[in-house]
C-alpha cells in the first residue's frame, strides 16, 4: 500500500539526509571520499557513538544527561592518575575508572528516582561537581605518560578498522540487543511512554529510571576511556561540552525528547551525521565557531521535527 | 442542496497506513433532531464525526454546512459554523472555574482586566437555559464529570452551536447523570439544535435518538427510524450476525471453602471499614455511585494506594502490597478504568502492551522468547476480537474500544489469580461485550477469582454471583444472586452516610 511506504521513508527519513549530506559533500571535496578519511570519521564519531548508546536510554525514557561531558572528564582524570601517580596496572586502572562512571551514573539515578528531582537540574549539578573535583584532582595540568599498550584502544587497528570504530558497533549492537531482545528494554519504552501505566504493570518504574541513568554513566565513561587512549594524555577539560553532541547525535536520530520512541538504528544514522557535518565542515576550512552556529541550527532543525510530529498527533485526539 | 440538512457529510473516505478507516460513508443531520450513530469498536465513528471538525482531515469526500461546501474543516471552522464536538476527553482546565472555563478563549473583559462578575453572571444564564445547577465560581476540577460534561455543553451552546456532536458522552456518567444529560439533549432539540449521538449503549439510542445510522468496518450500513426499529435489528446490523444472549451462562464454579480474598475492616484511599470475603471461583460485583470508592478500594488492594488500617488475607497469608509489583507477584491483576492514564502506553504496538506484565516470565536470561510473544499476542487479538492490521500497530492508532481490549487482553495473559475488572466494558460494543463477558466466565471455570466494578447495573446483575455496594467510601449493603434488583442497588447506593 502507497500510505505504508510513505510511513516506511518517514521512519528512514534520517538515513536519508545522511545520504545527501555525505553526496552533497563528497562533490564539494574530493578528499572527502578516499578510505582513510572515512575511518578517520568513524574514530572520530566513535567516542559520540558510544556515549550515545546511554544518552539514548535516557531520552527514551523523557530524561536527559547533562553529566555525560563531565564523566569523561572524571573519568580522563582518575585513569590517568591512577596508571601515572598510583601505579595501577592498565586494566585494573580502566576498571576503576569506568566503576566510578557508573557509579556518577547511579548517583544521577538516585536523584533522578529516588529524590524524584528534575532530571535536568540533577544531572546539571552533578555536571558542575564532578567538573570541578576533575580539576582538583588533575590541579588542573594534563596527566600523560602512559603504557604503550594503552594507545591500542584509542589509536590501533584489527586489520583496516580502528580498534574504537569496533567498540562503538559492539556498544550499538549491544543497545540494540538491549532494546530489542531484553525485557528490560521495552520496559524502557514503557516508563517513557506512561510512566503511571507503566507501575501498574507492575514495573518497578524507580529502579529501571536507577539502571539507566547508571548505565548512561557506564556508556560515558567508556567513550571517556576511548578518548583518554586516543589523545594519550588526559586533560583536566576533556569532555567539556562533550553531552551536547551526544545529545544532538540522539536527537537527531529521532528519539522522542518527550519520551518513549526511538530506535538505535536510526541513532547511528544521528551520530554518522554529525561526523560527517563535522568533518567535511573542517575539510573545507570552516572555522569552529561557524560549525557551533551549525550544530545548534541541526539540533533545533531535529529537536523541531519531533515536536511538531508530536502537536499534531495529540490534536488527533 | 437540501433545506432541511444542518450538516451533511458527502462521500467521505479515510486512509490510514495498512486501514481504511472510512470507505465512502454518508450521512446527513436534520435540524432539530438526534441522530445516533452506532457501529462496532472501530467501526469508523470517532473517525467520522472527527473529520467535522477537523481533527481528522478526509482523504475525500465533503462536508456541506448550511450548504456550504468544504474539503476539510478546521476547529475554528467548525466554530464559526455552529459545529461542537465534545470528546470523551474533555478541553477544560481543571484549576479555573466553571465561568472562567465557558468563556474560555473570549473572556468578557474591563478594559484590559477581566470581569469575573459578569462571566459569572452569564455563566448563571448560561447554565440555567440547560435547567443545570452549576455554581459559576466552583473549580471544575472539583465537579463531578458528569457537570464537567455539562460545563462542555453549555460551552459549545454559549458558542452558538447549531449541531452538537457527542462521542461517548454518558461512558463516564452514573445512571442520575445520565438521565440529567438526556433531559439536556431533549431541551436542546425542543430549541432547534442538532445532536449527533454515539454511544454503545443500544437503550440509550431507542429513548433517546429519533434516526439512527450504522456503521459497519468503515463503511456506511444503513439509515433506520428509531421508532421502526428494535435493539434485535440494530445488533444484527452492526454486528452482521445475530446474538440472541447478553450474558452467556456460567456453571456454579465457587469454591465455597476456599476463601481467596478476604479485607477486615479495611481502611485507606478515601473508605472506611470494609470487610468482605471472596471465595475462589467466585465473581463479586462491586456496584456503587461513580465516587463511591470502588475504584480506590481496589487501589488498595493492588498495592497502588495506601492502606491505613485493617487487614488483607490473601490465600490465607496476610498481605501488604505496597506496590503494584508486589500485589501481581503474588498473583493478583487490576484492569484499570481510565485507558489513556493507567492502561495503554499508546505509543507502543498491541504485541508490547499485552506482554508488558509478563516479559520476565518470558524472558531466558533476560532475553525476550519472541515466539512466545507474538503466539500471546495473536491469541488475545484473536480472543478478544482486536480490530488492528496488525499486533505491531501503536495503540494510539485502535478505536477507543480496541484499546480497551488491548489492556484487558495484557490482564488476561498475566494469567492471574485474582482478577479486578475496572468498568471492563465501558466504550466496548456489545459483540465484544459479550466475548468479554464469556472470558470472565472462562476465568473463574478455570479456578479463577474476579472482582468486577460496573455501573452498568444491569452487566453487574447479569455476571456476579453477590453484590456488594458502596457509598462515599462505606460498605452499605450485600446482596445474594437471587437477591438482586435493580432498584434496591440503586436505593443502597445512594444511601446518605451519616457525618
Ligand atoms: N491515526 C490512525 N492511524 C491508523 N489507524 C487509525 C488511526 N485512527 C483510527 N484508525 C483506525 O480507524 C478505524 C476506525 O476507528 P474509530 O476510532 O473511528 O472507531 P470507532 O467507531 O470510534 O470505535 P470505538 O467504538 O472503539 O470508539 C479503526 O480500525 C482504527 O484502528
Ligand atoms: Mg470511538
Known sequence: MRSNVVSQIKDKAIWIVFVVLFIAFAIANDRFVSASNLFTIARQVSMYGIAAVGMTFVILIGGIDLAAGSIITVVNVVCAYLMVKMNFGMVSAVLTALFLAAAIGAINGFLVAKISMPAIIATFATQIIFEGAAYLLSGGVPVYGFDERFKFIGQGYVGPVPVPVIIMGLCFALGAFILNKTYFGRYFYAVGGNEEASKLSGIRVKWIKFLIYSLSGLFAGLAGIVMLSRTNSAQPTAGKGFEFDVITCVVLGGVSVSGGYGKISNVIAGVLIIGILTNGMVLMNVSSYTQMVVKGIVLILAVGFDSIQNVRSVSKV | ?499
Not at chain 2, 459578569?118 to 440555567?128: L, S, Y
Not at chain 2, 440529567?180 to 449527533?196: A, N, P, R, W
Not at chain 2, 520476565?360 to 492490521?389: F, G, Q
Request: charged share 25%; aromatic share 4%; with cysteine.
Open chain 2, 1 to 499: 442542496m437540501n433545506e432541511e440538512f444542518v450538516l451533511e457529510l458527502q462521500h467521505i473516505t479515510k486512509v490510514y497506513p495498512g486501514v481504511v478507516a472510512l470507505k465512502d460513508v454518508s450521512l446527513e443531520v436534520k435540524k432539530g433532531e438526534i441522530l445516533a450513530l452506532i457501529g462496532e469498536n472501530g467501526a469508523g465513528k470517532s473517525t467520522l464525526i472527527k473529520t467535522c471538525s477537523g481533527a481528522v482531515i478526509p482523504t475525500s469526500g465533503k462536508i456541506v454546512v448550511n450548504g456550504k461546501e468544504f474539503d476539510s474543516m478546521t476547529p475554528q471552522l467548525a466554530a464559526e459554523n455552529g459545529i461542537a464536538i465534545i470528546y470523551q476527553e474533555f478541553n477544560n482546565v481543571k484549576g479555573l472555574s466553571a465561568a472562567e472555563n465557558l468563556f474560555l478563549g473570549n473572556p468578557i473583559k474591563k478594559g484590559i482586566v477581566i470581569d469575573k462578575k459578569a462571566m459569572e453572571r452569564e455563566a448563571e444564564k448560561a447554565f440555567a437555559q440547560l435547567n443545570i445547577k452549576i455554581n459559576p465560581k466552583t473549580l471544575v476540577g472539583d465537579l463531578t464529570v458528569g457537570y464537567q460534561q455539562m460545563v462542555e455543553i453549555a460551552k459549545a451552546i454559549k458558542q452558538n452551536a447549531k449541531v452538537l456532536i457527542m462521542d461517548e458522552p454518558s461512558a463516564p456518567l452514573t445512571s442520575a447523570e445520565v438521565e440529567s444529560l438526556f433531559k439536556i439533549c431533549e431541551l436542546l432539540k425542543s430549541q432547534g439544535v442538532s445532536i449527533v449521538y454515539i454511544s454503545h449503549r443500544l437503550e440509550e439510542i431507542f429513548r433517546l435518538s429519533d434516526r439512527i445510522v450504522v456503521l459497519r468496518d468503515g463503511e456506511y450500513i444503513k439509515t433506520l427510524q428509531t421508532k421502526e426499529s428494535h435493539v434485535e435489528e440494530l445488533i444484527h446490523l452492526m454486528v452482521g450476525r445475530d446474538l440472541t444472549e447478553t450474558y452467556p451462562d456460567r456453571k456454579n464454579t465457587i469454591n465455597e471453602d476456599e476463601v481467596v480474598l478476604e479485607l477486615d475492616n479495611v481502611s485507606g484511599n478515601g473508605n472506611h471499614d470494609i470487610s468482605f470475603k471472596l471465595r475462589k471461583g467466585e465473581v463479586l460485583g462491586l456496584g456503587g455511585l461513580v465516587g463511591a470508592g470502588r475504584t480506590e478500594l481496589a487501589q488498595v488492594i493492588f498495592g497502588a494506594a495506601e492502606k491505613t488500617s485493617g487487614r488483607i488475607v490473601f490465600n490465607g497469608k496476610e498481605i501488604n502490597p505496597k506496590s503494584p509489583r508486589e500485589a501481581i507477584d503474588l498473583g493478583i491483576a487490576l484492569v484499570p478504568e481510565d485507558r489513556k492514564r493507567h492502561g495503554a502506553l499508546l505509543d507502543v504496538s498491541v504485541k508490547n502492551n499485552i506482554s508488558m506484565p509478563i516479559y520476565k516470565r518470558i524472558s531466558t536470561a533476560s532475553v525476550i522468547n519472541s515466539k512466545i510473544e507474538i503466539e500471546t499476542a495473536n491469541k488475545y487479538k484473536t480472543e478478544l476480537l482486536i480490530k488492528t492490521p496488525s499486533i505491531n500497530q501503536q495503540v494510539k492508532n485502535l478505536s477507543g474500544g480496541n484499546q480497551q481490549k488491548v489492556i484487558l487482553g495484557k490482564w488476561l495473559a498475566a494469567n492471574s489469580e485474582l482478577i479486578i475488572f475496572d468498568e471492563p466494558t465501558r466504550g466496548i460494543d456489545v459483540g465484544a461485550k459479550f466475548e468479554i463477558y464469556k472470558l470472565i466466565n472462562k476465568m473463574v471455570e478455570l479456578g479463577k477469582t474476579v472482582l468486577l466494578i460496573s455501573s452498568e447495573m444491569e452487566e453487574l446483575m447479569g455476571m456476579s454471583d453477590r453484590i456488594i455496594v458502596l457509598a462515599e467510601g462505606h460498605m452499605i449493603g450485600e446482596l445474594d444472586k437471587n437477591s438482586f434488583d435493580q432498584k434496591a442497588i440503586m436505593r443502597l447506593a445512594s444511601a446518605v452516610v451519616g457525618g
